[in-house]
C-alpha cells in the first residue's frame, strides 16, 4: 500500500527566514492537496496539485508536485509569526471514491 | 452558506457512558470523513461515508465505534462505553465531488 513521508516534524525558523516542508510518496499520485491547522484550530484546505510538475503560488507560498507525481513541497519565504500553525499534505491516488489520509504533517514555530 | 457545523464542541463523559458527536456538511455535499486527533499528533483517518452508506471503515475501531450518515440529518460519530483514550478531539469533514475538504471546528471529547 501507499507509504507517504512528510518531513521534518518539526521545525523553528526566526521571523524572515524561509521554511520548506516535504511529502514523499512510495507511489505515483493522482493529486495533492495541502492544509493548515493553526494551534487549537482546525485544518484549512489551502491548495491542490494534479499536474505533473505543477507550481503553485500563493503570495508568500509556493506549492511544487514532482514530475514522476511522488513527491510535493510547500515552501514559505520571509516567514511571519502567522505563518505559526502545522502544515499537512494529503496525498490522493486515482480510482474512484477513497478515504483521504493526511501526511503527519510539519509543525512550524516562528520565533520573532 | 454554512460550513461544516459539528456539535457539541465540547464533550464531558464518564467511563462507560456513550458519547454522540454529530456533524452537519456544507449544504450540496455528499462526502463526510471523521477523524481523530490526539494533542500534537496528526489526523488519523476513522471513516468515510456517502449518503446512508459507509464507504471506508478501516480506521474506526470495529467495537463501540460506529458511523452513519442517514439520507436525512447529519452525520452522527457514536462512541459507547468510553474509556479515558477515547479523549481526543473529532474532527468531521466535507467534500463535494471536487475532493477539496472542508473541516469543522471539531468536538472536544474528555473521557473521566
Known amino acids: 500500500g501507499q507509504q507517504v513521508m512528510q518531513i521534518p516534524q518539526y521545525q523553528h525558523v526566526q521571523e524572515g527566514e524561509d521554511f520548506t516542508t516535504y511529502c514523499n510518496s512510495s507511489?505515483?499520485?493522482?493529486?495533492i492537496q495541502w492544509y493548515k491547522q493553526r494551534p487549537g484550530g482546525h485544518p484549512v484546505f489551502l491548495i491542490q496539485?494534479?499536474?505533473?510538475?505543477e507550481v503553485k503560488k500563493q503570495k508568500r507560498l509556493t506549492f511544487q508536485f514532482g514530475e514522476a507525481k511522488k513527491n510535493s513541497s510547500l515552501h514559505i519565504t520571509a516567514t511571519q509569526t502567522t505563518d505559526v500553525g502545522t502544515y499537512f499534505c494529503?496525498?490522493?491516488?486515482?480510482?474512484?471514491?477513497?478515504?483521504?489520509?493526511f501526511g503527519t504533517g510539519t509543525k512550524l514555530q516562528v520565533i520573532p | 452558506n454554512a460550513g461544516v457545523m459539528q456539535n457539541p464542541r465540547h464533550l464531558v463523559r464518564r467511563r462507560g457512558q456513550e458519547a454522540r458527536l454529530r456533524c452537519s456538511p456544507m449544504?450540496?455535499?455528499?462526502?463526510v470523513y471523521w477523524y481523530r486527533q490526539l494533542p500534537e499528533e496528526g489526523l488519523k483517518f476513522m471513516v468515510y461515508?456517502?449518503?446512508?452508506?459507509?464507504?471506508?471503515e478501516s480506521g474506526m475501531p470495529k467495537e463501540r465505534f460506529s458511523a452513519e450518515f442517514p439520507k436525512e440529518g447529519p452525520s452522527i460519530l457514536r462512541i459507547q462505553q468510553v474509556v479515558r483514550g477515547d479523549s481526543a478531539a473529532y474532527f468531521c469533514?466535507?467534500?463535494?465531488?471536487?475532493?477539496?475538504?472542508?473541516f469543522g471546528e471539531g468536538s472536544r471529547l474528555t473521557v473521566l
Open positions: 494529503a496525498p490522493r491516488n486515482s480510482g474512484g471514491y477513497q478515504k483521504v489520509t
Open positions: 507511489t505515483t499520485l493522482s493529486n
Open positions: 449544504k450540496g455535499h455528499s462526502h
Open positions: 461515508l456517502q449518503k446512508e452508506n459507509i464507504i471506508d
Open positions: 469533514a466535507s467534500s463535494s465531488d471536487t475532493g477539496e475538504l472542508f
Open positions: 496539485l494534479v499536474k505533473s510538475g
